[in-house]
Protein backbone atom coordinates (compact mmCIF):
# COMPACT_ATOMS: atom_id res chain seq x y z
CA UNK A 1 0.00 0.00 0.00
CA UNK A 2 1.73 3.42 -0.87
CA UNK A 3 2.23 5.81 1.82
CA UNK A 4 0.47 9.10 2.18
CA UNK A 5 2.05 12.12 1.75
CA UNK A 6 1.88 14.99 4.21
CA UNK A 7 3.45 17.24 2.50
CA UNK A 8 2.38 18.52 -1.17
CA UNK A 9 5.80 19.42 -3.44
CA UNK A 10 6.13 23.52 -4.20
CA UNK A 11 3.16 24.32 -6.67
CA UNK A 12 0.74 21.47 -5.44
CA UNK A 13 -1.83 21.19 -2.79
CA UNK A 14 -3.34 18.50 -1.06
CA UNK A 15 -6.77 17.88 -0.30
CA UNK A 16 -5.91 18.16 3.56
CA UNK A 17 -4.50 21.81 2.04
CA UNK A 18 -7.48 22.46 0.14
CA UNK A 19 -9.82 21.78 3.00
CA UNK A 20 -7.76 24.24 5.01
CA UNK A 21 -7.28 26.84 2.55
CA UNK A 22 -11.23 26.50 0.64
CA UNK A 23 -13.34 25.31 3.81
CA UNK A 24 -14.68 22.38 2.19
CA UNK A 25 -14.91 19.19 3.89
CA UNK A 26 -12.41 16.88 2.57
CA UNK A 27 -14.65 14.22 2.01
CA UNK A 28 -16.60 16.61 -0.35
CA UNK A 29 -13.06 17.24 -2.22
CA UNK A 30 -12.10 13.51 -2.82
CA UNK A 31 -16.73 13.00 -4.36
CA UNK A 32 -15.27 16.37 -6.37
CA UNK A 33 -11.87 14.80 -7.65
CA UNK A 34 -12.93 11.08 -7.98
CA UNK A 35 -14.18 9.18 -11.08
CA UNK A 36 -16.31 7.04 -8.64
CA UNK A 37 -17.95 10.48 -7.48
CA UNK A 38 -18.81 12.93 -9.40
CA UNK A 39 -15.84 13.81 -11.57
CA UNK A 40 -15.78 17.66 -11.77
CA UNK A 41 -12.27 17.79 -12.17
CA UNK A 42 -8.91 15.74 -12.57
CA UNK A 43 -6.53 16.40 -9.69
CA UNK A 44 -2.73 17.98 -11.25
CA UNK A 45 -1.25 14.01 -10.28
CA UNK A 46 -3.76 11.37 -9.69
CA UNK A 47 -2.33 8.24 -8.16
CA UNK A 48 -5.45 6.07 -8.76
CA UNK A 49 -4.18 3.44 -5.71
CA UNK A 50 -6.21 2.85 -2.86
CA UNK A 51 -4.45 5.56 -0.03
CA UNK A 52 -2.51 7.42 -2.97
CA UNK A 53 -2.11 11.31 -2.10
CA UNK A 54 -3.66 13.31 -5.09
CA UNK A 55 -2.20 16.35 -5.75
CA UNK A 56 -3.93 19.80 -6.82
CA UNK A 57 -2.76 22.60 -8.90
CA UNK A 58 -3.19 26.03 -8.45
CA UNK A 59 -6.07 25.68 -11.24
CA UNK A 60 -7.60 23.01 -9.82
CA UNK A 61 -7.95 24.99 -6.00
CA UNK A 62 -9.65 27.96 -8.42
CA UNK A 63 -11.93 25.25 -9.63
CA UNK A 64 -12.60 23.55 -6.63
CA UNK A 65 -13.11 27.01 -5.00
CA UNK A 66 -15.64 28.01 -7.79
CA UNK A 67 -17.90 24.02 -7.27
CA UNK A 68 -20.20 25.68 -3.88
CA UNK A 69 -21.26 28.66 -5.93
CA UNK A 70 -21.90 26.64 -9.38
CA UNK A 71 -24.02 23.98 -7.33
CA UNK A 72 -25.39 27.17 -5.33
CA UNK A 73 -27.16 28.61 -8.63
CA UNK A 74 -28.02 24.76 -9.76
CA UNK A 75 -26.07 24.29 -12.36
CA UNK A 76 -25.53 20.38 -12.64
CA UNK A 77 -22.29 18.40 -12.66
CA UNK A 78 -22.39 17.45 -16.55
CA UNK A 79 -22.13 21.78 -16.94
CA UNK A 80 -19.75 22.03 -14.35
CA UNK A 81 -17.74 19.19 -15.86
CA UNK A 82 -18.07 20.84 -19.09
CA UNK A 83 -16.78 24.35 -18.23
CA UNK A 84 -13.86 23.02 -16.57
CA UNK A 85 -12.78 20.79 -19.66
CA UNK A 86 -13.58 23.19 -22.41
CA UNK A 87 -12.30 26.65 -21.10
CA UNK A 88 -8.75 27.10 -21.83
CA UNK A 89 -5.98 26.59 -18.83
CA UNK A 90 -5.41 30.14 -18.75
CA UNK A 91 -8.98 30.92 -16.88
CA UNK A 92 -8.12 28.87 -14.45
CA UNK A 93 -4.53 30.49 -13.72
CA UNK A 94 -4.15 32.01 -10.10
CA UNK A 95 -0.89 33.86 -9.69
CA UNK A 96 0.03 34.17 -12.94
CA UNK A 97 -3.53 36.52 -13.59
CA UNK A 98 -2.34 38.62 -10.64
CA UNK A 99 1.27 39.71 -12.62
CA UNK A 100 -0.01 39.70 -15.39
CA UNK A 101 -2.60 42.47 -14.33
CA UNK A 102 -3.47 43.51 -11.07
CA UNK A 103 -6.98 44.71 -12.12
CA UNK A 104 -8.04 42.24 -13.99
CA UNK A 105 -11.42 40.80 -14.13
CA UNK A 106 -12.72 37.39 -15.20
CA UNK A 107 -16.84 36.77 -14.75
CA UNK A 108 -18.65 33.63 -15.40
CA UNK A 109 -21.96 34.55 -17.26
CA UNK A 110 -24.37 31.80 -16.72
CA UNK A 111 -28.00 32.14 -18.89
CA UNK A 112 -31.25 29.78 -17.91
CA UNK A 113 -33.97 29.33 -20.32
CA UNK A 114 -37.51 28.90 -19.78
CA UNK A 115 -37.05 24.66 -20.64
CA UNK A 116 -34.27 24.48 -18.23
CA UNK A 117 -31.55 25.05 -20.61
CA UNK A 118 -28.41 26.94 -19.53
CA UNK A 119 -25.11 28.39 -21.42
CA UNK A 120 -22.67 29.47 -19.78
CA UNK A 121 -20.02 32.21 -20.97
CA UNK A 122 -16.55 33.62 -19.92
CA UNK A 123 -15.73 36.98 -19.73
CA UNK A 124 -12.94 38.84 -19.09
CA UNK A 125 -11.01 42.10 -18.79
CA UNK A 126 -10.20 44.89 -16.11
CA UNK A 127 -11.07 47.42 -13.96
CA UNK A 128 -11.00 50.46 -14.93
CA UNK A 129 -8.79 52.46 -11.75
CA UNK A 130 -8.24 49.02 -9.82
CA UNK A 131 -10.33 46.09 -8.16
CA UNK A 132 -12.72 49.21 -6.59
CA UNK A 133 -12.98 51.28 -9.38
CA UNK A 134 -15.36 51.14 -12.54
CA UNK A 135 -16.16 47.89 -14.84
CA UNK A 136 -14.67 48.91 -18.29
CA UNK A 137 -16.62 48.57 -21.43
CA UNK A 138 -15.67 45.99 -22.52
CA UNK A 139 -16.79 43.13 -20.24
CA UNK A 140 -20.56 45.21 -20.63
CA UNK A 141 -20.31 44.24 -24.08
CA UNK A 142 -19.52 41.10 -23.91
CA UNK A 143 -22.48 40.34 -21.36
CA UNK A 144 -24.60 41.79 -23.62
CA UNK A 145 -23.17 39.59 -26.29
CA UNK A 146 -23.35 36.43 -24.18
CA UNK A 147 -27.09 37.09 -23.63
CA UNK A 148 -27.93 37.73 -26.99
CA UNK A 149 -26.17 34.50 -28.25
CA UNK A 150 -27.90 32.74 -25.58
CA UNK A 151 -31.37 33.69 -27.08
CA UNK A 152 -30.48 32.81 -30.82
CA UNK A 153 -29.44 29.45 -29.12
CA UNK A 154 -31.91 28.56 -26.28
CA UNK A 155 -34.37 31.14 -27.04
CA UNK A 156 -36.49 33.11 -24.71
CA UNK A 157 -34.52 33.33 -21.64
CA UNK A 158 -35.17 33.08 -18.05
CA UNK A 159 -32.39 35.04 -16.18
CA UNK A 160 -28.73 35.25 -16.01
CA UNK A 161 -26.36 35.81 -13.49
CA UNK A 162 -22.72 36.74 -13.43
CA UNK A 163 -20.39 35.26 -11.18
CA UNK A 164 -16.83 37.67 -10.60
CA UNK A 165 -14.72 34.96 -10.66
CA UNK A 166 -11.82 37.74 -10.17
CA UNK A 167 -13.23 37.79 -6.68
CA UNK A 168 -13.04 33.96 -6.37
CA UNK A 169 -8.77 33.99 -7.22
CA UNK A 170 -8.15 37.01 -5.17
CA UNK A 171 -9.46 35.17 -2.22
CA UNK A 172 -7.83 32.15 -2.85
CA UNK A 173 -4.45 34.23 -3.41
CA UNK A 174 -4.87 35.84 0.08
CA UNK A 175 -5.84 32.43 1.62
CA UNK A 176 -2.32 30.53 -0.11
CA UNK A 177 -0.43 33.74 0.93
CA UNK A 178 1.12 34.79 -2.33
Not at 13 to 22: C, G, M, S, V
Not at 129 to 157: C, E, F, Y
Request: aromatic share 8%; proline share 4%.
Amino acid sequence: MPRRQEIAPAGYFTLADAEHIIRVDRTRLNFWCSSWGAGLLEPAINPRTRGGTKLLSERDLVKIALIPTLLEVRLDHEHIRDMFTKAKAAWWDLSAAARRNKNFLDWIVLVSGWHGRQRWYLVASAYEGGPTGRVGSGPLNALTKSINDSIWKIGTIRGFQVIELSNVKRELLERIGR
